[in-house]
């Protein structure tokens, strides 16, 4: 079997056994297929992931390549492997686009493995490897499938702005259930981070909103406006305060809950040291 999507082509072959069961019913027009013992194979050739634009989430851009070459046993397993290599995705908040995600899929009956994985975040690499579980249908009705995925990263930078850079050490996991959001659970490690704006600037306005109140970041995009969080936040002097009247060195201990468009924030921030300058001293 051959066909063109969106202009990429498609192979596939296969063979589903009738058996006695399926004839008998035919003579009663009534159709007796038994799907599990169906074995085939697929492939798609490096294809660009452009053609497929309209179908993408929102989240990613329309660049890359993907590739697949896989092959179903009898009762439903399957056995091969995928490949996305050049992907990106749009914009998130302050952390910008992810660029060059590179992905390995192995599948391995039922189980998926998520292999020589990476990404570049702000210039920085950010590695990911992990599992997947699929149902006996191969693909939830709804949702993403059991999924566990490891992302860790150095001097990541979280947020990058005129008057702010966030540097961090990630060590993450993504998690979830069958038809639930994933939860992103873990630590990050704040360090080598500048701050150079009025420190009023930190403190939120009148009218409370995610934009406007620590800690400051809210993805609204779907489908990870609803990933919920649980992490763990620290840095020992892990940013330079640097304003007209004050220099100083910040550290933290946090707890990150909520969702990533409704985040919130729970712990301490202390100024560890720092010099106030007036007109003629300090």
Known sequence: FH??????????????PLGKEFWDGLGNRKLS?????ASGRLRIPPAELAAFGEWLPKTIMPQG????????????????????????TRPLADLGP??????????????????????????????????????PELWPKSGLPATTL????????????????????????????????PTIAGEVRLRD??????????MPGKVASPRQRPPYFSIDTEPLADWRLNLRV???????????????????????EGTLKDPIALGDVNINSGT???????
């Open 98 to 135: 992810v660029r060059d995600i590179q992905a390995r899929l192995a599948f391995h009956g039922r189980t998926v493995s998520i292999e020589q994985s990476s990404a570049d975040i702000g210039g920085q690499a950010v590695q990911a490897d992990g599992t997947m579980q699929l149902p």
């Open 33 to 37: 297929v038994d799907w599990k013992q």
């Open 3 to 16: 066909l063109l999507v969106a202009r990429q082509p498609v192979t596939a072959s296969g063979e589903l």
């Open 193 to 202: 981070s500048f701050y150079l704006s009025d420190l009023r600037d930190l």
């Open 65 to 88: 390549e993907l590739m697949a070459n896989l092959a179903l046993q009898p009762g439903g397993a399957l056995h091969g492997e995928a490949r996305l290599g050049g992907a990106r």
């Open 150 to 181: 490891y992302l860790r990263g150095n001097r990541v930078p979280l947020a990058r702005r005129p008057e702010v850079i966030l540097r961090a050490d990630l060590d993450l996991v993504v998690t979830n259930a069958p038809g639930q959001p």
């Open 234 to 256: 620290r840095g020992r002097e892990f940013m330079t305060l640097r304003s007209t009247f004050f220099r100083g060195a910040v550290s933290t201990t946090l707890k990150l």
């Open 276 to 282: 106030v300058r007036f007109p003629f001293a300090s």
